[in-house]
């Protein structure tokens, strides 16, 4: 069974920087890309940052470009999101979903969802 | 804003079909063939219950399917159950920039 785990949210003020990672296990998570989504209290569901199985290949929406930087690290199975910069605009859950199938391309679909990880920026 | 829309609420009451419409562009929905819905209950994380425009993942009821016409994809829950109520969001490849683009999403209430 796979599984979904995201930490490392938590309360930032306006300007500063968090690290947020996800950890999958139940899968060669190689094999996968990754992305981020995130949904701000009481609002839909926004599309922030994608990652290719390898890592050679990233995306970000424009509301994070030069903000924000998606990696991961293979060997132990975690996906991160440094995230620099922050305002109120970024207070939200952010949730981590892998790809349908291996080698599936990004934009193929997202499945097994973790539960998310509060972001709180105070100004 | 959106780059699809959906309608806000649908409603319909136990053992009647419902659908859901994603309307995109010509550029996305129109051509890929790579629209996702998701269903999510208050205070839970999404679920995937359509990918690649029609394909049900694994566990998923018979009951939802997805189809496209042109440039708008639907979501039919057939047999509505007190269960379905909740969130639904579509979600498109839109280009090779943008590999994902929410709907704003669409409250379904079972009568």
């Known amino acids: 069974e796979v599984q979904v785990l995201e930490s490392g949210g938590g309360l930032v003020q306006r300007g500063g920087s968090l690290r947020l990672s996800c950890e999958v296990s139940?899968?060669?998570?190689?094999?996968?890309?990754m992305t981020w989504v995130r949904q701000a209290p009481g609002k839909g569901l926004e599309w922030v940052s994608s990652?290719?199985?390898?890592?050679?290949?990233?995306y970000y929406a424009d509301s994070v470009k030069g903000r924000f930087n998606i990696s991961r690290d293979n060997s132990k199975n975690t996906l991160y999101l440094q995230m620099n910069g922050l305002t109120a605009d970024d207070t939200a859950l952010y949730y981590c979903?892998?790809?349908?199938?291996?080698?599936?391309?990004?934009?193929?679909?997202?499945?097994?969802w973790g539960e998310g990880t509060q972001v709180t920026v105070s100004s | 804003q959106s780059a699809l829309t959906q309608p806000a609420s649908v409603s319909g009451t136990p053992g009647q079909s419902i659908t859901i419409s994603c309307t995109g562009t010509?550029?996305?929905?129109?051509?890929?063939?790579?629209v996702s819905w998701f269903q999510q209950h208050p205070g839970k994380a999404p679920k995937l219950i359509i990918y690649?425009?029609?394909r049900r993942p694994s566990g998923i009821s018979y009951r939802f399917s997805g189809s496209k016409s042109g440039n708008t994809a639907s979501l039919t829950i057939s047999g509505l159950q007190a269960e379905d109520e909740g969130d639904y969001y579509c979600?498109?490849?839109?280009?090779?920039?943008?590999?994902?683009?929410f709907g704003p999403g669409t409250r379904v209430a079972v009568l």
């Open positions: 139940g899968l060669i998570f190689s094999n996968y890309a």
């Open positions: 979903a892998k790809g349908p199938h291996p080698t599936a391309a990004v934009g193929s679909g997202l499945d097994s």
């Open positions: 010509s550029s996305d929905v129109g051509t890929y063939n790579l």
């Open positions: 979600c498109s490849y839109i280009d090779a920039a943008t590999p994902y683009a």
């Open positions: 990652i290719s199985g390898i890592g050679g290949s990233t």
């Open positions: 690649a425009g029609s």
